[in-house]
C-alpha cells in the first residue's frame, strides 16, 4: 500500500527525525529540505534513503550535529568563504549564498569555497539555488577513493560529482549533475543487491581486472566515464574542489573514515557566473538565445539533462510525494532510533 | 628523408609565409608560435599541417589578417574582455593575458572572453600561459555543428573543446584538452583519407544510423564522448563559451561559414583560478599536495594527460623539429602561395 504526503509534511517529518537525533534546527532544517527534494524529484538513491546513513554518521562522531557555520564574506575578493566548522554542507552552503550571490552580480563571476563539511546530497539543490537568482553555476566535490584513474588499476579518485546550470525564466532551469565515474557507488550497490551483474566496462577488481561481478566491484575500483577524458576530469576536480581549497582529496577522505559507509567528510567549491555581465555589450539575450539551443536539442528528438526529474517534482507538487507503507514505518523507527541515540 | 630545424627557425619561417600572405606581425607572430608549438610537441594536427588552412580562410576573406586587437580591463569586476576584431584568436589573447593574470591573483578568480575571433588552434597554449604565472586555468569555446546531441540525430553541437591545467612549479604543467566528442573531426578525415573504417560509436550517417563509414561519418554527424554526461558538457560549453559570451554558437558559426574547411568564428572563455589565494589560510601547500596525487596516478601504471606531448617537447628542443622533405617543400609552396594572394 501506498499513501501521499505533502512536500512540506515530509520536510517537517523529516526534520523531526533530525531534532530527535540531537541535531540543531539550523542543520536538521536544510537537510531535511535536500533528502525531501531528493524523495519529490523521484531520486530515490538521494531520497529518504540517505536519513539513516546521516545517523550512522552522527552516531559515529564524524559530523556536528549542532555545528553554527560561519560565512566570510569576499571583501574586495571574489572568493566567499564558509566553514562548516564539521557539521554538513547544507546548512554552510545556504550561509553563504546570498554572499556569493551578491559577489557574481557585482563581479560577473565569483566563487564559494565550503571547507570542513560532511557532503553527501547531490549537488543540483545548489546549482539550482543559484539559477534561481539568474546565475550560472559550475560546482563539484571529490568523495572517497573508489575510482581507478584511466590506465590504472587501484581505486584512488572518488566518483567526484560535477553539476551545472544555466537558468531559464519561468521554466526549471537547464541542469546536469553526475558521477564522474561510469556510474555512481549505489548502482553498483544496487546490483549487488538483486543479484544482477554489472554492465562490462563499469569495474574491476581487487587485481585490475575486468569484473561484472558486483561483490567484486565493491572490493575492487570502478571505471572514470569516457576513458581517459572522464578520468581527466576527475583529476582536475581533485585539483580544484580537494586540493585548491585545502581541503581532502578523496583518498584522504577515505582513509579519515575508514570506510565508505559514513558521509564524506571534505569541502566544495562553487563557481557562480552571470549572464547578464558576461553578455553585457553583446548582440542578443542570452536567456532568448539559450532557449533555441534547447529547442534545437529536443526537436531532434534529444532529452535536456533532469526532465525526468522536473516532471516528477511537478507531479508531487501537485499530487504530494507518494510513500509505501514500508517507507512510512521506516520513518516511524528512524525516529526512534533517533530519539534512542541521544536518550 | 628528413631534417631537424629549431623551433625558433622554423617559427620564423612560418612567420613569414603569414607575413607574405599579407598579415601583420602582430597577427603573425602568435599564430606562427601556436602552430610551431603543435608542431614540436607532436601533435601533427595542430601543427603546420594547418598553415594551409589559414590561408584559405585569409583568402575567403573570413578573418582579418592584420587586426589589431582591443582589451579591455575588467576593472572593478572579474572580466576582461578583448575584441579580436575579427583576427585569429592568438593576438587577441596574448593581448589580455597581462589583465587577467593581474586580476585572477588580486581578486582569486577571473575570467577572460575573447569576441569575434577566428579560433582553430588547440587550448593548451593558452592553458600553459597562464599555468607559467602560477594559475590554474579551464579554456573552452564551441567550433562548427558536427556533434550530435547523445539520444539525438543530427549535427547541431560542436566538438566543443575543454583545456585545463595546473601549475607544477619547476616542471610541466598537469594539462588535459580534449574535444567533447568521441574523436576530433580531423581523425575522422585521417580515416577516410587511409580508407580505413571507423571504430564502433564514434559516429552516425544522414540518417542518424550508426556508422563506421568515415564519408557516411562526415556527411552525418559525430558522438559525443561518454554518451549523455560528454552531451551534457558539450551543451554546457555552447552555453558558456558561445550564448553567455554574446558569441556565435556551433550551429550559428556552420551557418556563417557555409562550411567546415575554413577555421571557425567565434569566442572563447578562459577561467583563471589562483591557487594561492583559494588555498590562503588552509592546511598544507596545494602544489606540493599536487604533487602527492600526480605521484598516485603515475604510481599505478596510469599516465598523466600530456605526457607524450612534453617528452616530444623536450627531444624538439633538444634536438630541433623534425621534418620531411615533403613538409619542408610544402612550406616553400606555401610561402609562394602567401606572396602570389597579396600580389
Known sequence: MTHAISVEDLSRQVEQIFLA?????????????????????????????????????????????????????????????????????????????????????????????????????????????????????????????????????????????????????????????FATSVAARGEIELHRRAGKPLPEGWAMDEAGRPTTDPQAALAGAMMPFGGHKGSAIGTMIELLAGIMIGDLTSPEVLDYLGTTALAPFHGELILALSPDQFAAGRPGNPFA?????????????????????????????????????????QLDHLMARGLDAIR
Open 21 to 177: 537525533a540531537g541535531m540543531s534546527l539550523g542543520q536538521a532544517a536544510p537537510l531535511a529540505r535536500v533528502i525531501v527534494a531528493g524523495e519529490r524529484d523521484g531520486c530515490k538513491s538521494h531520497g529518504i534513503y540517505r536519513i539513516e546513513g546521516v545517523l550512522r554518521t552522527l552516531e559515529a562522531g564524524k559530523v556536528r550535529g549542532d555545528a553554527d557555520p560561519v560565512a566570510h564574506p569576499a571583501g574586495n575578493g571574489a572568493i566567499v568563504r564558509v566553514d562548516a566548522r564539521g557539521g554538513f554542507s547544507n546548512a554552510a552552503f545556504d550561509r553563504g549564498l546570498p554572499l556569493l550571490v551578491e559577489r557574481a552580480a557585482e563581479l560577473g563571476l565569483a566563487a564559494m569555497v565550503v571547507n570542513d563539511c560532511t557532503h553527501f546530497a547531490a549537488l543540483w539543490p545548489e546549482v539550482e539555488a543559484l539559477t534561481e537568482h539568474g546565475l550560472a553555476a559550475l560546482v563539484m566535490c571529490p568523495s572517497y577513493a573508489t575510482v581507478a584513474p584511466a590506465g590504472g588499476n587501484r581505486p584512488l579518485l572518488g566518483t567526484n560529482p560535477m553539476a551545472f546550470g544555466w537558468p531559464r525564466p519561468g521554466r526549471h532551469p537547464y541542469v546536469f549533475d
Open 289 to 329: 538565445r539559450a532557449e533555441r539551443l534547447f529547442q534545437a536539442i529536443q526537436g531532434q528528438g534529444a532529452r535536456l539533462p533532469s526532465q525526468r526529474r522536473f516532471a516528477a517534482r511537478d507531479k508531487a507538487n501537485a499530487d504530494g510525494i507518494v510513500l509505501s507503507d514500508a517507507e512510512s514505518a
